[in-house]
């Protein structure tokens, strides 16, 4: 990223390189995560420079974080906690009988 002391100074949007640096990932991966609508992001007029938000990458890796933790626990069989895995909260699912 470019050199701003801290983090504050930065500012609200990073650029596609910015975003990049922070996933340690090539500049083409952020480009086909923001067309894929996976990472969102806006663009600076109505052909210009995508911009990608602070906080919407750190929730985008939060998720990342979850999708895997949620992947690790499917593929070692866990399945004793089903609405764990699903999402769902305990009790909120209610017998037919």
């Known amino acids: 990223m ?3 002391g801290s983090g504050d100074a930065i500012g609200r949007f990073l650029t ?3 975003a990049a640096e922070v996933l ?4 083409a ?3 086909e995560l923001i067309r894929s609508g996976e990472l969102p992001a806006i663009r600076v007029g ?3 420079p995508w911009r990608v938000e602070r906080v919407q990458l750190e929730v985008f890796i939060e998720q990342q974080y ?3 933790r949620r992947s690790s626990a499917w593929n070692q ?3 004793a906690n089903v609405f764990e895995l ?3 909260r305990r009790g909120t699912i209610r017998s037919l009988d």
Request: proline share 4%.
């Open 77 to 79: 069989g866990e399945f």
């Open 24 to 27: 340690a990932v090539e500049v």
């Open 2 to 4: 470019t050199p701003h």
């Open 16 to 18: 596609i390189a910015d």
């Open 29 to 31: 991966t952020v480009d």
């Open 86 to 88: 699903s999402g769902a």
């Open 46 to 48: 109505a052909s210009g």
């Open 66 to 68: 979850e999708d895997a």
